[in-house]
């Protein structure tokens, strides 16, 4: 695959990050490729998907891309990576790790920067940019089956967030982590990874993404919208999305996801790095 790069030279870079959404994107059209090559159907999420349908590309303040693939897709993606990815440039930073110990999957770019707050001090940990590679897991039938996944992901999360050095002066959030930490370990973290991921050799009519930030409500999905996936322009190349992507978008933003947001909003979802750098790799920074 041709090494693919992409500066948007004529846009007034009005939130700092054309340069950094560039680089995300070199990354993707890479994984695009690698997913044709593979046979391994995925297609924009969450944001991105948003970005694909209202902006044509990213959503000008992002500053990540996500991408969701189906339990099956997912598990080849990971071990093709291991034996065809283009190592010189890419690095591999798969789920439940000492690297990703979040239940998704990164592709990092060599040779660049982003780093977070919550991950600035992390010596050990390969911090260039990246994009995102989640997993949609089966959805059990039941609302109380639904709650049991959704929960069980909550304690996984909290048990990997609370290894980290995110800071909160929520003294309930201090608690569920204090709590997550004691007990989410060996068998019973097994236990709820099963709880999680025990209907993926069925068919069901929904799943869900449930190691995101949505609520409840808003982390399950009919299967059928993404039983197909489609192309469609994002920025000067095209990428997949679901087939369903409008019947997506309004489960997981409302039925009004193509109104702009409040600037309150915005500011929100404006940045995850805190140091990002497109040239240069990520140990020039740590400790610093």
């Known amino acids: ?21 560039d680089k995300i994107l070199e990354i993707m059209v ?31 303040w992002d500053d990540d891309l996500d991408i969701f693939m ?14 065809d990815l283009d190592t010189d440039r890419f690095f591999l930073q798969e789920e439940n790790t000492s690297q990703q110990p979040h239940f998704f999957t990164k592709i990092r770019m060599n040779g660049t920067t982003c780093i977070d707050e919550v991950q600035r001090n992390n010596t050990k940990m390969h911090q260039g940019i990246f994009v995102d590679i989640m997993c949609l897991n089966n959805s059990a039938k039941t ?20 290894q980290t050095n995110y800071q909160t002066k929520s003294k ?17 973290k097994q236990f709820l990874l099963h709880l999680v991921r025990r209907y993926n050799k069925k068919e069901t009519n929904e799943v869900a993404h449930l190691f995101g930030r949505a609520k409840f409500k808003n982390s399950f999905y009919k299967s059928e919208w993404f039983a197909e996936v489609k192309k469609i322009p994002f920025e000067n190349v095209e990428l997949y999305v679901p ?3 409008d019947n ?24 995850h790095a805190v140091i990002w750098d497109t040239e240069n790799d990520f140990s020039i920074y740590l400790n610093k």
């Open 70 to 83: 189906d339990r099956k897709n997912y598990l080849r993606f990971i071990e093709c990576c291991k034996t």
């Open 143 to 162: 609302k109380l089956g639904k709650k049991i996944q959704y929960y069980s992901a909550g304690l996984l999360k909290a048990k990997t967030i609370s």
């Open 172 to 188: 309930k959030k201090k608690l569920q982590l204090f709590i997550a930490k004691c007990i989410v370990w060996g068998p019973f």
């Open 1 to 21: 695959m041709n090494e693919f790069k992409y500066v948007r030279n004529n846009l007034k870079d009005e939130y700092g990050i054309l340069k950094l959404q």
């Open 30 to 60: 890479y994984i695009d490729g690698f997913c044709e090559k593979h046979n391994i159907k995925y297609c924009l999420m969450g944001g991105s998907a948003l970005g694909a349908a209202r902006h044509g590309g990213f959503i000008p």
């Open 248 to 271: 997506y978008l309004s489960a997981r933003y409302g039925e009004q996801y193509m109104e702009m947001p409040s600037e309150e909003t915005k500011a929100i979802y404006q940045s």
């Open 243 to 245: 087939k369903g992507i």
